[in-house]
């Protein structure tokens, strides 16, 4: 084989090597983003919050305050109306709490959740069971409840439990909280808490906090503050709403957002992220696809140069009876296979860098089972491969053309 | 038949009028000074390039009328080239060099190694059918350009001084190769040569001078 041609074909791999490595990056990051954040409840479940801007608005325009929305009783009322949603349930936040757990003590927030509809909710229990409505002093711990701060002594650590929260089910456990009162004195308050399961991660909140029963959560949070909350008034902080499936995500949050609510859905964010990562794509192809193209050129021109060296040659073939489609399929077919050749090699060489990126990546990173920064699908192959061999069967068709259409005499008398 | 060829703005006029009809099996000499139009008037009858005005009629057909691709089915089937400088590719082993005119024919490949050690077998040089252009002398590089003409078994061969480049001892073999295929296969020769002593094979001596047949005799 020519030199050129080498150096041809070493174009090509450069090319589809950088389309492939460029779009399985794009591949990977989308891949473990969504990875991590599609569990299975979460994407069904929308968190509903009282719109803090249009609050900030009307109070600003003085007046009319009594147009905004409340996420109160009654609201949860109203959404639970809404087509398409199974269950509806406001959130009540503890923080501060205390565990002590073979003579460690974690620090706990606690999220309290309307039991009577804890069914219909998708949290999924990876062991044990879910509370019935009527068990307000049983809770569900987070996956990581354990794994948050550790307190030894003054100290605070980040450190890996050896308790797993599986191993409390069916324990009771005892959190303390504290208060500082009018006279500016600590009081401390413990309550019993029997774990009856450990949630499935769903990639929220949820993991980090022992899921309680709102009355309960609403009872200690009145004692901690020291005032009666106004559910009416105020409203929840917060809601969950939990939908059919995640088809109806976007309508229901069209209907939250009309009665003047914040949204917020996993939906969003993987819709978001999927034009991000879509425009990621798009943006690292392109540069492979640039490098494609001065591979396209060393084609035409490779192609080009072998015609004028080999006018002879075409000429005698002409004479001897090659036809006109002959000498351009003769053409074409070399310069298909400088592509095909060189698409194959540049995908050998992607897995190649691939596995290499990866590696690195993980030995950077870190992390359990390996990273997957560079993520290559057969797609991606076949599609690389059947570009590559397009590529140079287009860049051949012209230099063909001329090839065939040389006068034979005139070829031959050439030197 | 009349051949001009353009040069620059002006058509001159090379071939000015020629008349002449072959026999099958004949085997034709054409003689005359250089630049008498020889090699013009070969190349309008192979259809390699197309006449002014005038017919050329090989057998039923009309070349002269033909496209480029029917020309090229028709060389194929029925004509088979000799050069002076043999255009052989010299990327090529003789043996592929024979065969690659059956390609284009689309012969199977093992027919074509066949048929390609067969035409060298004719031409005596089977044992160097493995050898490159440039590992041949000039006698073998002819002989194997004869053996690629012969493949296709054409009724017609044209030869442009197929001795010219080859001394007088070589020449002479090459042309008792000639004039035994011909005899042997009653292939129609027309050959193009400028030494008198190659015209004592041939059945007809065409003498050309500026672009006009001057003389025609058959012996
Ligand atoms: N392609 C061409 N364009 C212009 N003139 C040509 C071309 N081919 C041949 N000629 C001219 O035609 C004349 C006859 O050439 P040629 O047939 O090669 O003569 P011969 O073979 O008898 O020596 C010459 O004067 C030559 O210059
Ligand atoms: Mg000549």
Request: with cysteine; net charge negative.
């Amino acid at each position: 084989m020519k030199f050129r041609t080498i150096l041809t074909i070493i174009g090509v791999v450069i090319g589809t090597s950088s389309i492939i490595v460029m779009v399985s990056i794009g591949n990977g990051a989308q891949k473990s983003i969504t990875d991590e954040l599609s569990g299975i409840g979460s994407v069904t479940t929308l968190q509903v919050y009282q719109d803090l801007s249009s609050m900030g608005m009307t109070s600003m325009g003085g007046g009319k305050t009594d147009d905004k929305a409340i996420l109160n009783d009654d609201a949860i009322k109203d959404l639970k109306k809404i087509d398409g949603v199974v269950a509806v349930t406001p959130v009540v936040n503890l923080s501060g709490g205390e565990i002590e757990v073979d003579r460690e003590q974690y620090g706990v927030s606690l999220m309290g959740v309307d039991y009577a509809v804890l069914e219909d909710m998708r949290y999924v229990t990876t062991s044990g069971k879910k509370p019935g409505a009527n068990d307000e002093n049983s809770v569900i711990l987070g996956k990581d409840v354990l794994t948050s701060f550790t307190y030894t002594g003054a100290s605070t650590q980040l450190t890996e439990s050896e308790v797993k929260p599986e191993d409390l089910i069916g324990q009771n456990i005892t959190m303390t909280i504290k208060r500082t009162n009018a006279n500016g004195e600590e009081e401390m308050k413990t309550q019993k808490l029997k774990v009856t399961g450990v949630l499935e991660s769903t990639g929220g909140n949820e993991d980090y906090s022992i899921i309680a029963d709102y009355n309960l959560v609403t009872e200690l949070n009145e004692w901690q503050t020291g005032k009666k909350a106004n559910v009416k008034k105020q409203g929840y902080s917060q809601a969950l709403v939990t939908v059919e499936d995640s088809a109806v995500v976007n309508a229901v949050t069209t209907e939250v957002e009309a009665m003047q609510f914040t949204v917020f859905s996993m939906q969003q964010i993987l819709d978001s992220m999927g034009s991000v990562f879509q425009m990621l794509q798009i943006l690292l192809g392109g540069i492979g696809g640039v490098a494609l193209l001065v591979a396209c050129i060393g084609i035409v021109n490779t192609m080009t140069m072998s015609i004028y060296e080999r006018t002879k040659e075409i000429g005698i073939m002409k004479v001897i009876g090659a036809s006109i489609s002959d000498i351009r399929n003769m053409f074409i077919a070399e310069s298909t296979m400088i592509g095909l050749i060189g698409g194959l090699v540049g995908i050998v060489i992607s897995l190649v860098l691939s596995l290499l990126i990866n590696f690195i990546a993980g030995f950077f990173i870190g992390g359990e089972g390996g990273v997957t920064i560079s993520f290559i699908t057969p797609g991606l192959v076949i599609f690389a491969l059947v570009f590559s061999a397009l590529v140079g069967l287009l860049s051949g068709v012209r230099p063909a053309i001329k090839a065939a259409n040389l006068s034979s005499l005139d070829a031959i008398r050439s030197e | 038949m009349h051949k001009d060829f353009k040069l620059g703005k002006e058509d001159i006029n090379i071939l000015k009028g020629i008349n002449l009809d072959i026999e099958q099996g004949e085997m034709v000499a054409l003689l005359g000074p250089s630049g008498s139009g020889k090699s013009t008037f070969l190349n309008v009858l192979g259809g390699l390039v197309p006449p002014t005005s005038g017919n050329i009629m090989i057998r039923d057909y009309r070349i002269s009328e033909m496209t480029e691709n029917e020309l090229c089915l028709f060389r194929r089937e029925h004509l088979g080239f000799i050069f002076q400088s043999y255009n052989l590719i010299s990327t090529m082993t003789a043996m592929e060099n024979v065969a690659l005119a059956l390609t284009f024919a689309g012969v199977k490949k093992e027919i074509r190694k066949e048929r390609a050690i067969e035409a060298l077998e004719v031409v005596g040089l089977v044992d160097r059918m493995g050898h490159k252009p440039s590992e041949l002398s000039g006698g073998q590089q002819q002989r194997v350009s004869i053996a690629r003409a012969l493949v296709n078994h054409p009724e017609i061969i044209l030869a442009d001084e197929p001795t010219g480049n080859l001394d007088s001892k070589t020449s002479a073999d090459i042309m008792e190769m000639i004039y035994r295929l011909n005899r042997e296969e009653n292939q129609t020769f027309v050959i193009v040569t400028h030494d008198p002593d190659t015209t004592k094979y041939c059945t007809k001596v065409i003498h050309m001078q500026d672009g006009l047949i001057e003389s025609e005799v058959s012996q």
